[in-house]
């Protein structure tokens, strides 16, 4: 591990992210959609949690549907720095690819955690009353959580040749994540079949620390969710690392 290259890695990637201001931009509007659209519009919509609303009670879903977003289409730079010099230098470069992905992924961490903390503000101003302690448990829980969908974004980023082909990959994976961890409903009264495929679903846990720190109320425990999120970011690490190993610069 070259912690000066990991350094030099985060600090291009910050350099980009504030460089390209639409994109702190875009990204949040399809959660505001969910949250102040479907969360308002549904009237009729009860919340499982006594003393929420519907809308406060998917507040915490749709937070980790912005982490999921913004970490997981980092990987499209990946693609981009294949198509640039800037790739075949890093890989000509005396570093491990575990320095190589390790930099990259904090780099796409970055992201998610800006993204995560602008929807905290606007959501305890409008949507569901934070004190600074559960912001800062929020902003705690996203750093594992965003590393986790970063690797698996970094990962496919690494086997794919064309951003067509990512864009595909990632529609058919990131709305079952989303909509199979529960953050529009409660898995508990899911039916059997949801439950089941909801356990394999890394976002699952993340949305249901967000949910007990928030609401005081999950599915799980705080000790499943943290042993389960830590789990997946080990497993992203070794895929991803592995994934970087067979990386080759390609035009």
Known sequence: MNFNAIYALLLREAKIYFREKERIVSILISPLLFLFVMGRGMVSGTSPVPGYSYQQFIFPGILAMVILFTSITYGLYIIWDKRLDFLKEVLAAPISRTTLFIGKSLGGMLGA??????????????ILPLNPLKVALCLA???PVSYMITNIGLTIGAKMKSMEGFGLIMSFLTWPL????????????SEPYIKAISLFDPVTYSVDLLRIIMLGHGA????IDLGAILVFCLATTIVGVSAFGKLQQEK
């Open 141 to 143: 829980v996203s750093f």
């Open 220 to 223: 799980f425990s705080v000790w």
């Open 178 to 189: 989303f909509f199979f961890s529960g953050a529009l409903f409660d898995i508990s009264a």
């Open 113 to 126: 955690v800006i993204e995560t903390l602008l929807l905290l503000i606007i959501g305890a101003v409008f």
